[in-house]
């Protein structure tokens, strides 16, 4: 007993000790994405913004991979010292159900810090694919079973997740292709090799306003800002459709607590800045900044939430 608590108090010390002495070297925030999709953007966001209250360089590492499962796998394993980051995404809670086997466990394995945003997807269409309209994109996909495709950031991802829930929804055969991010997928759909994509609001937005790619709708239960124009799903005649993800930073379970408090409070403070908070919501995110607690039980209903459409939609890994 007395060599379990002097134990304990040794792990309490060094905790202390890091905290104290933190940062004292650059730290990293693992993307599990390439550059240029949604998480990147707000990963270098944050970064950019906490050097200077940190003392010390904040760089930017992008693992792309199995729908985000590379870079989480890596960063569980790191010491829990704070150095060592994940812009978090709604494809690790996803991953909790849909792989048989993870390396990893989303709450067991991080400490979560501060979830940063919420966004919506958009379902947008090339114009080679001849639809203007959600009944006109079904009705084509019911007339040519299996000759559409629809592209997202990967396996795992919630625009993966979304597709799923679009083709249980209508009943339509569509084929999922999955990339290595949403960005080349993205550069795909404006090239017209694929028809279709379901993906975040900020990487497609550029492009649906320029007029290379059609958005046919949203797959939020309300409109947003940003594309007032735009309808739900659920106004369409899917109803009670709702597809959202989120990011949010972690680090590595039993980083110390005195360590995850500081960079709570130094991020809730980048996304309180009125620049960075205008940056977002234009972009169409939904800015949140909550604290660890209120983060940690969001993550609890998020790997629920996806178990449940999982199991409903029959979404496999392709």
Do not use: C
């Not at 810090?113 to 996909?141: D, F, K, R």
């Amino acid at each position: 007993m007395l060599r379990i608590l002097l134990a304990a108090v040794a792990l309490l010390m060094t905790g202390l000790v890091l905290a104290q002495n933190y940062p004292n070297r650059q730290v990293r925030i693992v993307v599990p994405f390439p550059p240029g999709g949604t998480s990147d953007i707000l990963a270098r966001t944050i970064g950019a913004r906490l050097a200077g209250p940190l003392g010390q360089p904040v760089v930017v590492e992008n693992r792309p991979g199995a729908g985000g499962n590379i870079a989480a796998d890596h960063v569980a394993k790191s010491p829990p010292d704070g150095y060592t980051l994940i812009m978090g995404t709604s494809s690790l809670a996803i991953s909790q159900s849909l792989y048989k086997k993870l390396s990893y466990d989303l709450i067991q394995d991080f400490a979560p810090i501060a979830q940063a945003v919420n966004y919506t997807n958009l379902l947008v269409v090339h114009p080679s694919a001849g639809v203007s309209s959600v009944a006109e994109l079904i009705a084509l996909a019911r007339a040519k079973p299996g000759a559409l495709s629809y592209g997202t950031a990967g396996n795992g991802t919630p625009p993966h997740m979304t597709g799923e829930l679009f083709k249980s929804y209508t009943g339509v055969n569509i084929l999922h292709i999955p990339y290595k991010g949403g960005a080349p997928a993205i550069v795909d759909l404006v090239a017209g090799q694929i028809p279709m994509m379901f993906d975040n609001v900020p990487p497609l937005l550029p492009h649906v306003r320029s007029g290379r790619i059609k958005a046919l709708a949203v797959t939020s239960l309300a409109r947003i800002q940003v594309l007032p124009d735009v309808p739900t799903l659920h106004e369409l005649g899917l109803k009670d459709f709702d597809a959202v993800g989120w990011n949010g930073l972690l680090a590595p379970a039993g980083t110390p607590r005195e360590i995850i408090n500081r960079l709570n409070s130094e991020v809730v403070r980048v996304l309180r800045i009125p620049e960075v908070r205008d940056q977002l919501t234009s972009q169409g995110a939904d800015v949140v900044g909550n604290s660890p607690e209120e983060f940690a039980a969001w993550i609890r209903v998020e790997v629920k939430k996806w178990a449940d459409v999982i199991r409903l939609s029959g979404a496999k890994v392709d």
